[in-house]
């Protein structure tokens, strides 16, 4: 008999992350992946993720779901809150309750200071505004309801080949200034 392969989800599948996951994916033959965004899976909804997991098989999830409209956060708190923090702590409890490990993507934002070193573990977060608080909270529940089991990776900056970046934005400022004043 054949044994089957892990199967890692991910989440936030539209994302710049998650589509260049998708682009790798087939690079990895020996696991199998499902690709869901909001359409899929509003990992908001604890019935719909607890469900979503009861239907298949996950060992490993990666969470590339986020609110990332730094600005917008501000304004609209309540669905920052539920993407960032409740989203996270639905897939924690999932994975938690069926053994698969989590990988929980973040960002720096949650440290807001000036140091000039790399940032480890233990350095102090001091979250300014929205996106911040709710991005640190939800790699907190992440953590508190799958110790064991689950990871937070933060990062400073994410470009891809996909969606709007930094990376793009100083490419198309280059073509459209060809020199400084």
């Known amino acids: 008999m054949k044994k089957k392969r892990p199967t890692i989800l991910v989440t936030g599948s539209k994302g ?17 992946f499902i690709f869901v965004d909001i359409e899929e899976l509003d990992i908001t909804d604890p019935a719909a993720v607890k469900a979503f997991f009861a239907e ?4 490993y999830c990666i969470n590339c779901a986020a609110y990332t409209a730094v600005d917008k956060a501000e304004t609209e708190t309540n669905l920052a809150w539920k993407v960032n923090t409740v989203g996270p702590e639905n897939l924690a409890l999932a994975c938690a309750n069926t053994k ?7 960002t720096d934002y949650v440290y ?12 102090f977060t001091n979250p300014q505004g929205t ?14 309801n799958h110790p064991g089991g689950a990871m937070v990776v933060r990062t400073s900056w994410v470009y891809s080949s996909f969606g709007n970046n930094f990376v793009k ?13």
């Open 56 to 59: 298949n098989q996950v060992n």
């Open 16 to 32: 710049q992350v998650g589509m260049e996951l998708q682009t790798l994916a087939n690079q990895f033959p020996d696991f199998d």
């Open 100 to 106: 698969a490990l989590i990988l929980q993507l973040s």
């Open 169 to 181: 934005t100083m490419l198309r400022l280059g073509a459209e200034k060809r020199s400084c004043p």
């Open 131 to 144: 996106y911040a608080r709710t991005k640190l909270n939800g790699d907190e529940v992440v953590l508190r």
């Open 112 to 123: 807001h200071t000036q140091v000039t070193k790399p940032y480890i573990e233990t350095d």
